[in-house]
């Protein structure tokens, strides 16, 4: 059974700094052959990706609202994924999904190409 577990949440004060992990477990194949996507859900607002990593490859894809600020990167040893952020503003306000399957080129991150999913981490930040 494939798991995607998502850690590093939590409520930090606007211009600060935090890093989400994803650690994944149960995967058929090996997680060198996955794409790993992080999606975003705010309150009242639709989900939307924010950054993907192609482990196939190592390409990595951010949304515009957040390059510059978010980092995307894998440890394929550890099966972990891990999203640096800096410079949080409130708008980043969301619960945090990561998502393993594959990379489906588009004009934005998209949650087409996701199989599995994990459940979410709160992250809230105060201005």
């Known amino acids: 059974e494939v798991q995607l577990v998502e850690s590093g949440g939590g409520l930090v004060q606007a211009g600060g700094s935090l890093r989400l992990s994803c650690a994944a477990s149960g995967f058929t194949f090996s997680f060198d052959d996955y794409a790993i996507g992080w999606f975003r859900q705010a309150p009242g607002k639709e989900r939307e990706g924010v950054s993907l990593?192609?482990?196939?490859?190592?390409?990595?894809y951010y949304a515009d609202s957040v390059k510059g600020r978010f980092s995307i990167s894998s440890d394929n040893a550890k099966n972990t994924v891990y999203l640096q952020i800096k410079s949080l503003n409130p708008e980043d306000t969301a619960v945090y999904y990561c998502?393993?399957?594959?990379?489906?080129?588009?004009?934005?991150?998209?949650?087409?190409?996701?199989?599995?999913w994990g459940k979410g981490i709160l992250v809230t930040v105060s201005s």
């Open positions: 990593i192609n482990n196939r490859d190592g390409s990595t």
């Open positions: 998502a393993a399957g594959d990379y489906v080129p588009g004009p934005k991150i998209m949650d087409v190409g996701m199989d599995y």
